[in-house]
């Protein structure tokens, strides 16, 4: 995906109120949902809702609870069949106020990958679009789908096989049958 967000609905934190939370109700039109899917790479969103509600903690903090509900389709791994998958996920980001910066170039992901620095806006629907990202199937299959060993090669070459990949295959009959006496 590029820098600009396919689909988006901006909130800045100095707008809202503090003392009671700030619910919303996302559901992109089919534009939108084509637009996520030729950005994803896969055939279709059907569906798309992204309902929850942000909230203050503490003096400076917020944190957003929401859940994800959508309808894919991406084609099947195997036979590239239309395979039609229901989403359902719980989404949490919490932004913190005073999150220490990364100290090196390269660093290790926290263990609770939900906190994030803290914005002046928060786009909903770039962590709408980012949840139903890392919620598709990373394999999706057809009912059945079942991937064979194939195998390809120059005409006129043997095949190189799992089996003649096996070079001690042979031993065990080789070892029962004993060494040939010389």
């Not at 590029?2 to 503090?18: F, K, Q």
């Not at 917020?62 to 859940?67: H, K, N, P």
């Not at 909903?124 to 394999?139: D, H, K, N």
């Not at 005409?155 to 096989?161: D, K, N």
Request: aromatic share 4%; glycine share 4%.
């Amino acid at each position: 995906m590029s820098d600009t967000p396919v689909y988006s609905h901006l909130l800045r934190l100095a707008d809202l109120p503090v003392r009671k939370p700030t619910r919303f109700s996302l559901a992109p039109g089919s534009d939108a949902r084509s637009a996520l899917a030729e950005a994803f790479g896969i055939t279709a969103v059907s569906a798309l809702t992204f309902k929850g509600e942000l909230r203050a903690g503490g003096n400076k903090d917020w944190q957003l609870t929401a859940e994800l509900d959508a309808e894919v389709e991406q084609p099947c791994v195997v036979t590239l069949a239309p395979v039609v998958t229901d989403i359902h996920e719980p989404v949490l980001r919490r932004y913190v106020a005073d999150l220490p910066p990364p100290e090196a170039e390269e660093t290790e992901m926290p263990e609770d990958d939900s906190i994030e620095p803290l914005p002046e806006t928060i786009d909903l629907g770039a962590v709408m679009a980012e949840a139903l990202a890392l919620a598709l199937p990373l394999y999706p299959r057809s009912r059945g789908a079942r991937l064979d060993q194939t195998v390809f090669c120059q005409p006129g070459v043997a095949p190189l096989t799992d089996e003649a990949l096996r070079p001690f295959a042979d031993l065990a009959d080789i070892l029962r049958k004993g060494t040939p006496k010389q």
